[in-house]
């Protein structure tokens, strides 16, 4: 073991370090008065910054956690070292040589934190230099078929892992470390049942993942080999200084610029890294062989500065079932950034890397300046599984896309993307939006860990804890409507006619609980004249809309006579329907304003269902 470090070193390393630089690597820090600076605490989750740093006194406080402490304490709680492994690297860093109590430096400390750098460090060495072996041609192919150079590869620190069992592990073990520290770094496997080690990469291109801090703590390898039989992507296990949860590829390169503009961009692996800051897209970052993640974001947004609202981060995804799924978790996490999140998916499905191949740097570029909102995206995700030509369609694409207008948190932006939903849809305005504040009743709702709350991106499930009742309906004139023409084809469907009837059960209906009683009523209709008719409606709906239906069911109709109720029953029916085509005609009408007047054929197609339309109307009015 060494001996102490002196404490006049280490009082000196102090004074030549300035803690806001040590801070920033991890940190976006920005000036809160004369003589501090703050930022988003990196040790707990926060929204607006509450961590202060003094570079003058050498301290950081958080007014939030409470967690302080000097330059030394700050490394040992981010980066998990021992107070000596944090003087050591800030020597290191000052360009200072330490002395310790017995005379001697600093000898090797087996499997601590610092010897697995250093052989990641002493690996990562070693691949480079083997990129330019005889053996690496493969390696060197496959980087300049996919545009990268030898410049290109050395900005990011590419290097080839030969073809071969302890290649690697020789030359380490020649450098001092031992098979144990090789095995904790994941740079050698053992085989089962065997003492035996050998290299964990081998015949392949290896790009080194770094810390914020630019340490190298792990690997990612790509398959080049017809006989290597392992995945295409090989990266190094869970070690002590290599956690893929909170790793971002690039973030080490990208941190300045991504603190200055604050905008980042993910990306889906190394190559599209290095396309993008090639491109000049200098704030790429990618993850390392796991989905983007809660923990990715924390450190996000601690580069970003993520605490006004105006930073950028933009994803791109593949549009195949692989990319569409990274989409929606990463959606599921939108909610935790303060910055606005924005998609780009390249034209014909390219992804960054093959973009710059095939189209040039100028194209990457546009990628990411035609980048969409995370909102627009999903909608419109949302809306491409559904048939929006058909009223039933429309119906429940807009029950499926209300709740992620609804999640929105900014109430400005929330009212807007509701016109936009509506305009999609070709839907009436009025009922996107009660659509959209059911949904944030029902995400309000959910919040509170209740067994009924909707599912997000899905379609609105209303099923209340306990018998729904009629006195708990909204008093608005199309709530009353949808009630009262329910009320006439529950008790009366026969006096209505089954041609009425059909119509009736396709309408729009604003009010989500009402609709699940019109769905059950439509699900039944072949029974409309049986004697069980009323039962067979019940059995239909959840159980929480018993009560409903039966109430509706019980409710007195208007009328006093049986003839004014027969003409009640059609009429409360035959207006339902109406206010339909109404909605239908507006939608159109919509279409056609925004319809290109050269494609005469969508022309003629819109014009020919206006007339139809109005036909259908004017047929209700006489019948």
Known sequence: MAGLIRQSDIEEVKARTNIADVVGDYVTLKSAGVGSMKGLCPFHDERSPSFHVRPQVGFYHCFGCGESGDVYSFLQKMDHVSFSEAVERLAGRVGLDLHYEDGSGATPDHGNRARLLAANQAASDFFIEQLGSAGAEVGRAFLGQRGFDATAAERFGVGFAPKSWDELTNHLRGRGFSTEELILAGLVSSREGSSGIYDRFRGRLVWPIRDITGQTIGFGARKLLDDDKGPKYLNTPESPVYHKAQVLYGLDLAKRDISRSHQVVVVE???????????????????????????????????????????????????????????????????????????????????????????GDDAVRRLVDSKKPMFEFMIRQILSQYNLDTVEGRTAALRAAAPVVGEIRDPVLRPGYTRELARMLGVDMGDVAKAVTNAQSGARASSSGGPNAPRHGGAIEVLPERPFSLVELPTDPVTRLERDGLMAMLQRPTLIGRDILDSAVQTSFSNTSL???????????????????????????????????????????????????????????????????LRLKAELLGRLQRADASDTEIYRTLQRELVRVEAERRALRDD
């Open 269 to 359: 692996g190394y190559t599209d890294v290095m396309a993008c800051h090639l491109a000049g897209i200098t704030t790429a970052v990618a993850t390392c062989g796991t989905s983007f993640g809660v923990d990715h974001i924390k450190v996000l947004r601690r580069v970003l500065g993520d605490d006004s609202g105006v930073g950028e981060v933009v994803f791109t995804f593949d549009p195949d079932a692989a990319g569409q799924k990274a989409a929606m978790r990463a959606f599921s996490e939108e909610q935790r950034f303060s910055a606005q999140t924005y998609v780009a998916v390249g034209p014909e499905g390219l992804d960054p890397c093959d973009l710059r191949l095939q189209r």
């Open 515 to 581: 609709a699940v009683v019109r769905d059950a009523i439509a699900a039944s209709l072949p029974h409309f004249e049986a004697s069980d008719w009323l039962e067979r409606v019940v059995a239909e709906v959840p159980d929480g809309f018993k009560n409903l239906v039966q109430e509706l069911a019980m409710a007195n109709l208007p009328e006093r006579t049986e003839k004014d109720v027969t003409r009640y029953v059609r009429d409360i029916t035959i207006v339902l329907i109406d206010k339909d085509l």
